[in-house]
Each structure stands twice: as structure tokens, then as C-alpha cells.
């Protein structure tokens, strides 16, 4: 089994910075990729950045140039800071990681229990 544990989810002033991290533990072969989500109140939980094993990231647009997402490998930790954070960015914020958990097994997608950002104007 795999499990994702977040932190570092709190209120901010708008224009603020915060920043996220999530590790995994437990049955990791191998990480193909982990990334983040968010999900307001009424809607639908949305893609904010991805991070794969070879280095690259993917942006949502409407967080592109203010949000980082980046990796410790030896930690099996994700991150992403969030700059000029603004009142539209508030909500709960999930890990997600794409883990192969043996040699030859499937690829499972696993989720974190999510962490409240909160950004007041």
C-alpha cells in the first residue's frame, strides 16, 4: 500500500507566497509521476501542475509564472510553491502520484487527504 501525506495548507494575504509538500511512503517501486489538484466549493477538482519522473512539469494556465512544482527524489517528496497567491486560488488542495508499487505490477494512482489553502483580499 501507498499513502500521500500533505502539509503547509494555511491562510495568506493576497499577493502572498505559501508552499506545499507531499511524500509518499509505503510499497514504491517506482514513481512515474506525481502532481497537484485543487477543488473549490461546487466545483470540479482541477489539474494545477504535474511533475514526472524524466523532469518535466505541466502548468494550468491560470497558474503559470506564479506556482513551482518540483521534487526530492531521495525524499519521494513533492512541492509546489505558490507566489502572488490570489483570493480565486483558495481551495483544498490534493497530491496525486502515478506509483508502480513492484517490479512487473500495474501503475495505480493514489491521492492525499488534501490541504485547506485559504488566500483572503
Known amino acids: 500500500q501507498v499513502q500521500l501525506v500533505e502539509s503547509g495548507g494555511g491562510l495568506v494575504q493576497a499577493g502572498g507566497s505559501l508552499t506545499l509538500s507531499c511524500a509518499a511512503s509505503?510499497?514504491?517501486?517506482?514513481?512515474?509521476?506525481m502532481g497537484w489538484y485543487r477543488q473549490a466549493p461546487g466545483k470540479q477538482r482541477e489539474l494545477v501542475a504535474t511533475?514526472?519522473?524524466?523532469?518535466?512539469?505541466t502548468y494550468a494556465d491560470s497558474v503559470k509564472g506564479r506556482f513551482t512544482i518540483s521534487e526530492d527524489n531521495a525524499k519521494n517528496t513533492v512541492y509546489l510553491q505558490m507566489n502572488s497567491l490570489k483570493p480565486e486560488d483558495t481551495a483544498v488542495y490534493y497530491c496525486?502520484?502515478?506509483?508502480?508499487?513492484?517490479?512487473?505490477?500495474?501503475?495505480?494512482?493514489?491521492w492525499g487527504q488534501g490541504t485547506q489553502v485559504t488566500v483572503s483580499s
Open positions: 509505503g510499497n514504491i517501486f517506482m514513481i512515474n509521476a
Open positions: 496525486n502520484a502515478l506509483i508502480q508499487s513492484v517490479w512487473g505490477g500495474r501503475r495505480s494512482d493514489y
Open positions: 511533475h514526472t519522473s524524466g523532469g518535466t512539469t
